[in-house]
């Protein structure tokens, strides 16, 4: 990672070198831009060890700090999380090249050839926090679609981070490409961020990967395009029609599989007239999982005082928390439309589903729930640029624009004009 003192003028000398190295890499051959990814790859199996060692040290300050548990479970790799970004990185590597694609082509009345074709967006600044396999996946996404790369990630993945960044140096140099395409901050100072956010001469887009408090800094004070989102208040809908033993493992897994991202379920909403036969048994079956329950009046009424020390009431703002932990918000609603209103003031937009055996019921809802990721009959959890077929992701946006839901190579570029034409003038 580099040694650089903080300050102004450091942040913009180092996202003006790495802007100045993106021509290089933007007019790369495709399989050099391919064989750097896989060459990541590789330079993580052959670190294991002292990956993990600088793991081991950020996860012990993490925890000294006070850090909260879903943090520090981000913050955390090991072998098998280690071999899963590695993995991830070989798919990503062998996904086609999205560079130079023809989107389309027409000859114009004049007689020129008018085609649309992509190109790499530019120089990307990425922030994050406790996430230290943002490091590789977004090195690998960007490389593979001809983009430099500045990050900014949290103190608390310092070490971690510096060593992922080794990694990828290495892979550049491997393929004679200038190791400045990917540069870090060091991360030292709050600073930082807000300088990394003027430097709109040389980032092209901005990406925040954290919580809210960070996305709201990001979007009120960078000059650059900002591409937000990965905050998930996430629902599933249990329509009376939903056969119970197939639906129960399904809430189960968008909240027990990883309960501290942000594509695990937060509330479940159940259809009145199901509602005294569905949630004792959710909640017989959850809470031997280590789940919690906040639960407003219907469900209090529902559970008939079932559930005991695990079930505590609703209170104010609960159903619009991230949990982040192994808890869950239970609330009864009244038919379709109520579910997918409180979705509408209540969600954030990622990912929600319906668990229903109506298909009217649920090509309704799949039509007019307007997240980034809706479903049908699947946990949340599937909200994931790998699980998507995409490699690896950014982020996933929860905003209206080019890119929503898992961003990967496709999103990270733009596209440009060509005219070809004849010694053309125009009339």
């Known amino acids: 990672m580099n040694d650089l003192s903080t300050g102004a003028n450091a942040t913009e000398v180092l996202c003006a070198s790495v802007a100045s190295h993106r021509r290089i890499l933007a007019n790369a051959p495709a399989a050099k831009r391919s064989a750097v990814v896989r060459e990541i790859a590789a330079q993580l199996r052959a670190r294991k060890t002292e990956i993990l060692q600088a793991n081991v040290a950020d996860l012990a300050a993490a925890v000294e700090s006070g850090m909260a548990e879903a943090l520090t479970d981000r913050l955390m790799l090991n072998a098998a999380r280690l071999e899963g970004m590695a993995t991830d990185l070989e798919r990503v590597a062998d996904l086609p090249d999205p560079i130079g694609v023809e989107l389309e082509r027409r000859t114009l009345p004049e007689g020129q050839e008018l085609s649309r074709r992509r190109v790499p967006i530019g120089t990307l600044g990425v922030i994050y ?90 979007r009120d004070h960078a000059r650059m395009a900002v591409i937000y989102g990965g905050i998930g208040i996430c629902h599933l809908y249990w329509a009376p ?116 055996e109506d298909e009217k019921e649920t090509q309704r809802f799949l039509a007019e729930v307007d997240s980034a990721a809706v479903y049908s009959n699947a946990s949340t ?43 053309s003038v125009r009339a």
């Open 129 to 218: 926090e406790a996430r230290p396999n943002v490091t590789t996946d977004i090195a690998a996404l960007a490389l593979k679609s001809g983009n430099a790369l500045v990050l900014r990630g949290g103190r608390e993945t310092k070490n971690s981070n510096r060593a992922l960044l080794t990694c990828v140096h290495a892979a550049l140099t491997s393929q004679q490409l200038p190791a400045e395409l990917v540069q870090a901050l060091p991360a030292r100072e709050r600073s930082e961020v807000g300088e990394l956010l003027r430097q709109d001469r040389y980032i092209d887009l901005l990406i925040p990967r954290g919580g809210q408090a960070l996305q709201d800094y990001c």
């Open 241 to 356: 029609s939903a056969a119970l033993d197939r639906a129960l493992p399904v809430v189960s897994n968008a909240k027990v599989q990883r309960p501290s991202v942000c594509n695990a379920l937060d509330t479940l909403l159940v259809h009145r007239e199901v509602a005294a036969k569905v949630l004792p048994q959710v909640v017989a079956q959850m809470s031997t999982l280590g789940v919690r329950f906040v639960a407003d009046p219907g469900a209090l009424e529902a559970l008939d005082g079932r559930g005991g020390e695990c079930v505590r009431a609703a209170e104010g703002g609960d159903f619009q928390r991230e949990w982040l932990s192994l808890v869950l918000g239970l609330k009864v609603v009244d038919d379709l439309d109520q579910a997918m209103n409180h979705i509408a003031d209540n969600g954030t937009g990622h990912s929600d589903g319906i668990l229903s």
């Open 381 to 423: 959890r599937f909200t994931d640029g790998s699980c998507f077929g995409l490699g690896a992701e950014v982020a996933v946006s929860t905003q209206r624009l080019h890119a929503r839901g898992p961003m990967a190579l496709e999103a990270l570029t733009t596209y440009k004009w060509v005219v070809e034409g004849d010694y």
